[in-house]
């Protein structure tokens, strides 16, 4: 039996990871001196409040070779083998732990990089989980299949405040205070596993115009492999206007657009009033 193993980067909670089967290694979190398992002691909705409250940024810990060796000493005692999926390895030690760890395991434990982070990684998780249920590849292949696949995941994000990049000293204040008075909603995206700044637009309308034609210009959805919409924050209003805002785009094509509350680890840096979309571009 092929098991699957996640970090809650991919911002699956306790719950849901029950239901889809697989098996939830959360990251830690402090805000000060109190310390949560994202997704886990700390709910998507919880986190969001204690962010807007505090005045100080959280932080957030790499899962450990220690955490992932027990986890896959349980996970393989009944001769199972385990795939491991990661936050990408230039935004975490995470996989590199998971890796140290995997090596113990003779050939029964595999790590795969998902080189993305939050809906993108969760996209990935998804196909996993797909060819995994269809039992017609080994776990080998499947990591190879996954590996191939994962340059074709798009993760495109609108934020609403610049305000958590300046806190997390990703941008300068000055470039945050004339952002915010010119009301510029920055369009960021994972390119090779790191998060860069791709557009910016003035206003929310604009924003997800932008956001909309960054997608067209991937290629657009593969709408036969897993897409995600992701929203941040204690209300899903700006999810709700984007989808309205972008009605073209998937018109025709599906009747269902999945969508997920974002969690703390890209949660931290976004704030609330994000939009993020991840697909397999075609």
């Given at each position: 039996?092929?098991?699957?193993l996640v970090d809650s980067s991919s911002d699956i909670e306790s719950a849901e990871a029950e239901e889809l089967g697989v098996t939830l290694l959360p990251m830690q979190i402090r805000f000060g001196t109190e310390e949560y398992l994202d997704g886990v002691t700390l709910s998507?909705?919880?986190?969001?409040?204690?962010?807007?409250?505090?005045?100080?940024?959280?932080?957030?810990?790499?899962?450990?070779?220690?955490?992932?060796?027990?986890?896959?000493?349980?996970?393989?005692?009944?001769?199972?083998?385990?795939?491991?999926?990661?936050?990408?390895?230039?935004?975490?030690?995470?996989?590199?732990?998971?890796?140290?760890?995997?090596?113990?395991?003779?050939?029964?434990?595999?790590?795969?990089?998902?080189?993305?982070?939050?809906?993108?990684?969760?996209?990935?998780?998804?196909?996993?989980?797909?060819?995994?249920?269809?039992?017609?590849?080994?776990?080998?292949?499947?990591?190879?299949?996954?590996?191939?696949?994962?340059?074709?995941?798009?993760?495109?994000?609108?934020?609403?405040?610049?305000?958590?990049?300046?806190?997390?000293?990703?941008?300068?204040?000055?470039?945050?205070?004339?952002?915010?008075?010119?009301?510029?909603?920055?369009?960021?995206?994972?390119?090779?596993?790191?998060?860069?700044?791709?557009?910016?637009?003035?206003?929310?309308?604009?924003?997800?115009?932008?956001?909309?034609?960054?997608?067209?210009?991937?290629?657009?959805?593969?709408?036969?492999?897993?897409?995600?919409?992701g929203y941040s924050g204690l209300s899903d209003a700006f999810l709700q206007k984007y989808l309205k805002d972008s009605e073209e785009l998937y018109k025709g094509?599906?009747?269902?657009?999945?969508?997920?509350?974002?969690?703390?680890?890209?949660?931290?840096?976004?704030?609330?009033?994000?939009?993020?979309?991840?697909?397999?571009?075609?």
């Open positions: 039996m092929i098991k699957l998507h909705e919880a986190f969001f409040e204690k962010l807007i409250e505090s005045t100080q940024l959280p932080q957030t810990c790499q899962i450990n070779e220690f955490r992932f060796e027990e986890v896959f000493q349980k996970l393989t005692e009944n001769g199972d083998e385990v795939i491991a999926v990661t936050l990408s390895s230039k935004l975490s030690g995470t996989y590199a732990c998971a890796v140290k760890a995997a090596k113990k395991f003779s050939g029964k434990v595999f790590v795969v990089d998902s080189l993305n982070a939050c809906v993108g990684e969760r996209v990935l998780i998804f196909y996993a989980l797909r060819l995994v249920k269809e039992g017609k590849l080994s776990a080998q292949e499947i990591v190879k299949e996954l590996e191939l696949k994962r340059s074709k995941i798009q993760l495109l994000a609108l934020l609403d405040t610049l305000k958590y990049l300046r806190k997390g000293g990703r941008i300068s204040s000055v470039t945050a205070f004339a952002g915010e008075m010119l009301s510029i909603k920055p369009v960021v995206s994972v390119v090779k596993g790191e998060v860069k700044v791709v557009g910016k637009a003035i206003g929310s309308k604009k924003g997800n115009n932008l956001l909309n034609q960054l997608v067209n210009k991937c290629g657009g959805i593969d709408f036969d492999m897993p897409y995600v919409l094509q599906t009747d269902h657009i999945p969508a997920y509350l974002i969690g703390s680890t890209i949660g931290t840096h976004v704030g609330p009033g994000a939009i993020a979309v991840a697909f397999f571009a075609k």
